[in-house]
């Protein structure tokens, strides 16, 4: 099983609420925390781009750092993990962005990959006047899919002529190129977002909800797995899970009960206000999970109990088909990647002689 972390490039983490701990995105944070994953031997550590947050009284997402910028820097300061950024692809041109990713890769060779984030929040990009108005929820992964054929292009021969729809190149020129391939992921979860994971990316994250119910995960693999067979070619599974640990499961529960108790029901409904506006969002999709979620204050599949309850639940994930490995969220960052790395992965059959 491969272990990343979903960095804290945003203030508070994945916990909507009043209660769990409250943070500001900083780079000595998201500095500790991947040098602690790099030292206890997990894959790759992910930054998300949010631009606009929720609001309410823990003013959710308000205060963020920039993705491309936040890896560079933590590229230059690690050796071995894998790093990816987020890029919103209504903000940036591909043949830029496929220079940055460039530039990230000569800083950290064969380290580097680009997460595309197609939008589905329109305040994010209303409040730059760069909305494409509601016709975007339709063709966001066509969009996407000329997208990341132009950068492709542009790696693998550093010229591109691609005429699409959305976009355009003439002569388009990038150099240097990367040494190795840059590997493209994505979070499709709609039918139609994995298909184009399976055509275009290497990596798709997925989601599920609930607590300790490993067994939501499996129907999410078995789409993805069910279009890569469509697609004729490989794009690995990943899980995004929340880790909430203690001394016993009662403890461990305690925590999360306080959170739920504090949870963020302003910036929760703007949340929810937003992801309406994708009338015709699959219920599988990002959006429609958002609108037919508990009101919690996360709605990520979360794994709360002892050391020992945790590491069984991550081994039992491990032996599922077509699921390569999990990104991981904590409560508190710095307490849970000690606890990760110190106190679960040690009695972790799969990920037997890590550090």
């Not at 590229?75 to 940036?92: G, M, N, P, Q, Y």
């Amino acid at each position: 099983m491969d272990i990343g972390v979903f960095l804290p490039i945003g203030n508070n983490g994945w916990l909507i609420s009043t209660t769990s701990p409250q943070y500001m995105p900083t780079f000595a944070l998201n500095r500790e925390v991947t040098l602690a994953a790099e030292r206890y031997g997990f894959e790759f550590a992910l930054s998300m781009i949010k631009l606009r947050g929720f609001g309410g009284v823990s003013e959710y997402w308000d205060h963020n750092l920039e993705s491309f910028t936040l890896m560079a820097g933590l590229a230059s300061i690690t050796s071995r993990i894998k790093l990816f950024a987020s890029a919103a692809v209504l903000t940036i041109p591909p043949a830029v962005l496929a220079r940055m990713a460039v530039t990230i890769d000569e800083i950290a060779p064969g380290r580097f990959g680009v997460n595309i984030v197609s939008g589905w929040q329109k305040a994010e990009y209303e409040q730059m006047g760069i909305w494409p108005g509601e016709v975007h929820f339709a063709r966001r992964y066509d969009y996407c899919g000329e997208y990341v054929q132009v950068m492709r292009d542009l790696w693998a021969t550093g010229v591109s002529d691609f005429k699409g729809d959305f976009f355009t190149m003439t002569d388009c020129r990038v150099s240097p190129r990367p040494a190795t391939g840059i590997e493209v992921i994505s979070a499709g979860q709609s039918n139609r977002g994995m298909r184009f994971a399976s055509e275009y990316a290497d990596i798709n994250f997925i989601s599920a909800g609930g607590i300790n119910d490993v067994a939501q995960v499996r129907p999410h693999t078995e789409r993805l797995l069910a279009a890569n067979a469509t697609a004729g070619r490989e794009c690995r599974a990943m899980l995004l899970m929340m880790i909430i640990a203690d001394e016993t499961d009662e403890a461990a529960m305690a925590k999360w009960d306080h959170y739920v108790a504090g949870t963020d029901h302003e910036a929760l409904a703007w949340r929810d206000g937003q992801a309406a506006a994708d009338v015709k969002a699959e219920a599988h999709s990002t959006v429609g999970r958002m609108i037919r979620s508990d009101r919690v204050p996360t709605n990520m599949l979360r794994l709360i109990g002892s050391y020992g309850t945790i590491a069984r639940q991550l081994d039992e994930l491990a032996l599922m088909p077509g699921l390569r490995g999990v990104m991981l969220t904590f409560d508190d960052y710095r307490i849970g990647m000690e606890q990760f790395g110190t106190r679960i992965q040690p009695l972790m059959r799969s990920r037997a002689g890590r550090v």
